[in-house]
């Protein structure tokens, strides 16, 4: 039975879940069976919404993994997972064969760093099992996309880009109310179009599509803060806080029980 998301109402928390060796912020953390579940049953305890299973790192210079250990690190979790609870999941992936396989071993959503565009077969796919799919915007590839990029005019590029996807994938027989889109911090941006982009993210609302935000210990907030890897919650949260005041509708995050107290206080503000 597939599980459907409501994004009516107060945003939703996507806890991240990296089943891979090189994550820019876990690393091999969770890249045992036993331990990504139990993260699994830590983030569901502490009130995520949506979990989003990755097994190949997409940080800045990283290298590509072949689909069949991709499906090895991601399979067996969501299957595990799909035991003991119907939490909604997503695989992260852009890979047709791996979103597939991830669908029919129980996830929800298929969330596509490339916005459709590295595998031909995924906006096909994604149609014909009539799933939600994240759709967001990069420049360039993992590998080379922090290679000196460069906008004229970040907001209205992105916004054209995002025209541009949904068209195609509409096209393709996707239905526009499973269209979710994300802006891409940190994929092909420097540090001042990250920050315009929270800064004006209610713009996208024009587009009439839920937006996701995921800015959880990225470098911009490190370079912005003076902060190594491991003391960018406080200003994860600060994101968070702006990008739900502006309209987020998903956030994805690393810690899950800070983010859910940080979402409950401005959305009540925000409702007031």
Same mark, same amino acid.
């Given at each position: 039975?597939?599980?459907?998301?409501?994004?009516?109402?107060?945003?939703?928390?996507?806890?991240?879940?990296?089943?891979?060796?090189?994550s820019f912020y876990d690393g091999?953390?969770?890249?045992?069976?036993?331990?990504?579940?139990?993260?699994?049953?830590?983030?569901?305890?502490?009130?995520?919404?949506?979990?989003?299973? @990755?097994?190949?790192?997409?940080?800045?210079? #990283?290298?590509? +993994?072949?689909?069949?250990?991709?499906?090895?690190?991601?399979?067996?979790?969501?299957?595990?997972?799909?035991?003991? #609870?119907?939490?909604?999941?997503?695989?992260?992936?852009?890979? #047709?064969?791996?979103?597939?396989?991830?669908?029919?071993?129980?996830?929800?959503? +298929?969330?596509?760093?490339?916005?459709?565009?590295?595998?031909?077969?995924?906006?096909?796919? +994604?149609?014909?099992?009539?799933?939600?799919? +994240?759709?967001?915007?990069?420049?360039?590839?993992p590998e080379d996309m922090q290679?000196?990029?460069?906008?004229?005019?970040?907001?209205?590029?992105?916004?054209?880009?995002?025209?541009?996807?949904?068209?195609?994938?509409?096209?393709?027989?996707?239905?526009?109310?499973?269209?979710?889109?994300?802006?891409?911090? @940190?994929?092909?941006?420097?540090?001042?179009?990250?920050?315009?982009?929270?800064?004006?993210?209610?713009?996208?609302?024009?587009?009439?599509?839920?937006?996701?935000?995921?800015?959880?210990?990225?470098?911009?907030?490190?370079?912005?803060?003076?902060?190594?890897?491991?003391?960018?919650?406080? @200003?994860?949260?600060?994101?968070?806080?702006?990008?739900?005041?502006?309209?987020?509708?998903?956030?994805?995050?690393?810690?899950?029980?800070?983010?859910?107290?940080?979402?409950?206080?401005?959305?009540?503000?925000?409702?007031?």
């Amino acid at each position: 039975m597939r599980r459907r998301i409501q994004l009516l109402g107060k945003p939703l928390i996507m806890g991240i879940l990296n089943v891979t060796e090189d994550s820019f912020y876990d690393g091999s953390l969770y890249s045992s069976l036993d331990k990504a579940v139990a993260r699994a049953k830590e983030m569901i305890d502490e009130g995520v919404d949506i979990i989003d299973v @990755g097994g190949e790192s997409t940080r800045p210079f #990283s290298q590509r +993994v072949p689909v069949e250990e991709e499906l090895k690190r991601t399979i067996p979790v969501i299957k595990k997972i799909r035991e003991f #609870s119907d939490i909604p999941l997503s695989i992260d992936t852009y890979k #047709s064969v791996v979103a597939y396989e991830a669908i029919m071993a129980g996830a929800d959503i +298929v969330n596509d760093i490339s916005g459709l565009s590295f595998d031909d077969k995924m906006a096909k796919l +994604v149609a014909e099992l009539d799933v939600p799919v +994240v759709v967001m915007h990069i420049k360039g590839k993992p590998e080379d996309m922090q290679i000196s990029p460069h906008y004229e005019d970040v907001i209205s590029e992105i916004k054209d880009y995002f025209k541009e996807r949904v068209e195609y994938a509409k096209k393709e027989g996707i239905k526009e109310e499973n269209i979710i889109i994300d802006p891409g911090i @940190g994929f092909g941006k420097r540090v001042e179009d990250n920050l315009k982009i929270l800064k004006n993210l209610e713009e996208f609302k024009t587009l009439k599509k839920p937006i996701l935000i995921g800015t959880s210990m990225k470098t911009f907030i490190g370079i912005i803060t003076k902060s190594p890897l491991n003391e960018r919650l406080s @200003g994860t949260l600060a994101s968070v806080a702006i990008s739900v005041w502006n309209g987020a509708d998903i956030v994805r995050v690393h810690n899950v029980k800070e983010t859910k107290k940080v979402v409950d206080l401005v959305y009540a503000i925000k409702m007031s």
